[in-house]
């Protein structure tokens, strides 16, 4: 197989890349794979300790230049790894993952132009399988990981010819076709990155492969959302900096996609129709600007809104001042959504969130009524594709 590049934020991950990186060290079929790591942050003496074992494990590091001051994010520490890659080929990896036996070989022998092949993740069963990960026990944290168990459970699998449709981390696939879509987007700083640029890949006509017998062993977001967890305690427990950024990345990733994430059980993603959309509200509220701010791509409403542009423009790529606007102001949008806060229901914000497979099926400029919405539908343009590109 050709070389390839795995590609490793660590966020204060000491403790995973002490596991991780001697798995594909040991596991990998070609043992001069490159290896990049990325120090997003570092109070736990990542660092130090890299460049400790940096040549034992044939590895190069980076280090966020403002490190203890401001976080690259995710989606950024990746495509630094992949633009400083020399390989055609990349593979992104987890930090809380250790590589099977052969995995890397499994899933090469997949991989063509315009294809991106993703491994088998073995989890221990704390979260609900739709069919697209195995479920079995081999340690819940890096420290109690069995090696020797996994292994074996691997080598049996090592045979297996089952091949499905969809994507999850590890993935891998040509880093020139990666540049060309422009990488990870910026906005979503920490989460929900792998959903917009799986979102982009599809609508960019790439074919998603998940060979069974590529497999790793993931310890379910132990290097993010649990990674103050200790052995001791609940292992679901999600830390608060978690929620708040999963929290800000979601409404960014409805603010672009008009959706919510959305695939198939095994993992394909699907991506809803979107349209030019515009939706005026009276009788409102702040709580309720807050709520259907990210559906529309204007903002016409009956309250001042200055306070609520103060408080969230932080927080998203999306100007605020240019996006809301008076009620009395003409939306100019080609589906124009009117709502009353007086009469909207959870049963209409469920509408709001299809409204674009609403659209589609309608198929016909004129207007028409869904629960308590007034849709007005002046042109029919699905605008999607404009977001393959970063």
Request: charge should be negative; hydrophobic fraction near 35%; glycine fraction near 6%.
């Given at each position: 197989?050709?070389?390839?590049?795995?590609?490793?934020?660590?966020?204060?991950?000491?403790?995973?890349?002490?596991?991780?990186?001697?798995?594909?060290?040991?596991?990998?079929?070609?043992?001069?794979?490159?290896i990049?790591?990325?120090?997003?942050?570092?109070?736990?003496?990542?660092?130090?300790?890299?460049?400790?074992?940096?040549?034992?494990?044939?590895?190069?590091?980076?280090?966020n230049?403002?490190?203890?001051?401001?976080?690259?994010?995710?989606?950024?520490?990746?495509?630094?790894?992949?633009?400083?890659s020399?390989?055609?080929?990349?593979?992104?990896?987890?930090?809380?993952?250790?590589?099977?036996?052969?995995?890397?070989?499994?899933?090469?022998?997949?991989?063509?132009?315009?294809?991106?092949?993703?491994?088998?993740?073995?989890?221990?069963?704390?979260?609900?399988?739709?069919?697209?990960?195995?479920?079995?026990?081999?340690?819940?944290?890096?420290?109690?990981?069995?090696?020797?168990?996994?292994?074996?459970?691997?080598?049996?699998?090592?045979?297996?010819?089952?091949?499905?449709?969809?994507?999850?981390?590890?993935?891998?696939?040509?880093?020139?076709?990666?540049l060309?879509?422009?990488?990870?987007?910026?906005?979503?700083?920490?989460?929900?990155?792998?959903?917009?640029?799986?979102?982009r890949?599809?609508?960019?006509?790439?074919?998603?492969?998940?060979?069974?017998?590529s497999?790793?062993?993931?310890?379910?977001?132990?290097?993010?959302?649990?990674?103050?967890?200790?052995?001791?305690?609940?292992?679901?427990?999600?830390?608060?900096?978690?929620?708040?950024?999963?929290?800000?990345?979601?409404?960014?990733?409805?603010?672009?996609?008009?959706?919510?994430?959305?695939?198939?059980?095994?993992?394909?993603?699907?991506?809803?129709?979107?349209?030019?959309?515009?939706?005026?509200?009276?009788?409102?509220?702040?709580?309720?600007?807050?709520?259907?701010?990210?559906?529309?791509?204007?903002?016409?409403?009956?309250?001042?809104?200055?306070?609520?542009?103060?408080?969230?423009?932080?927080?998203?790529?999306?100007?605020?001042?240019?996006?809301?606007?008076?009620?009395?102001?003409?939306?100019?949008?080609d589906?124009?959504?009117?709502?009353?806060?007086?009469?909207?229901?959870?049963q209409?914000?469920?509408?709001?969130?299809?409204?674009?497979?609403?659209v589609?099926?309608?198929?016909?400029?004129?207007?028409?009524?869904?629960?308590?919405?007034?849709?007005?539908?002046?042109?029919?343009?699905?605008?999607?594709?404009?977001?393959?590109?970063?």
């Open positions: 197989m050709e070389k390839i590049t795995f590609c490793i934020p660590s966020k204060s991950n000491l403790r995973y890349l002490k596991t991780c990186i001697p798995s594909i060290r040991n596991n990998a079929y070609r043992k001069d794979h490159d990049i790591i990325f120090v997003d942050s570092d109070d736990d003496g990542t660092v130090e300790w890299l460049e400790q074992v940096k040549e034992q494990y044939n590895l190069i590091y980076y280090v230049p403002d490190l203890g001051r401001r976080l690259f994010g995710i989606g950024k520490a990746y495509d630094y790894c992949i633009e400083h020399t390989t055609d080929i990349f593979m992104i990896f987890h930090a809380d993952m250790m590589l099977g036996i052969n995995a890397d070989l499994n899933a090469f022998k997949h991989l063509k132009n315009n294809t991106v092949v993703c491994s088998t993740r073995v989890e221990p069963p704390i979260h609900p399988n739709a069919g697209e990960k195995i479920l079995q026990h081999f340690g819940m944290w890096p420290e109690e990981f069995k090696s020797k168990e996994f292994n074996e459970f691997v080598e049996l699998q090592l045979n297996n010819d089952k091949v499905t449709e969809g994507i999850f981390a590890p993935w891998m696939m040509y880093k020139d076709e990666f060309k879509i422009g990488g990870h987007d910026s906005r979503l700083h920490s989460a929900r990155e792998d959903s917009d640029v799986f979102n890949l599809l609508l960019g006509g790439f074919e998603f492969i998940q060979p069974w017998n497999l790793v062993y993931h310890l379910t977001g132990r290097g993010g959302q649990f990674q103050h967890g200790k052995v001791t305690q609940d292992e679901t427990q999600k830390s608060d900096e978690w929620r708040r950024l999963m929290n800000n990345s979601t409404r960014e990733f409805i603010r672009k996609w008009k959706s919510t994430v959305k695939h198939t059980p095994l993992m394909k993603p699907i991506v809803s129709p979107i349209y030019n959309i515009g939706i005026q509200i009276v009788n409102s509220n702040e709580n309720l600007l807050e709520a259907l701010e990210p559906w529309g791509h204007n903002i016409y409403i009956d309250l001042d809104y200055g306070n609520y542009i103060d408080k969230e423009q932080a927080n998203t790529e999306d100007n605020l001042v240019l996006k809301i606007s008076p009620i009395d102001e003409k939306p100019k949008n589906i124009v959504i009117r709502i009353d806060g007086k009469t909207f229901t959870q209409d914000y469920l509408y709001l969130q299809e409204i674009g497979n609403i589609s099926k309608s198929g016909e400029i004129g207007k028409f009524k869904v629960g308590n919405l007034f849709v007005e539908i002046n042109k029919i343009e699905e605008i999607q594709s404009n977001l393959i590109q970063c």
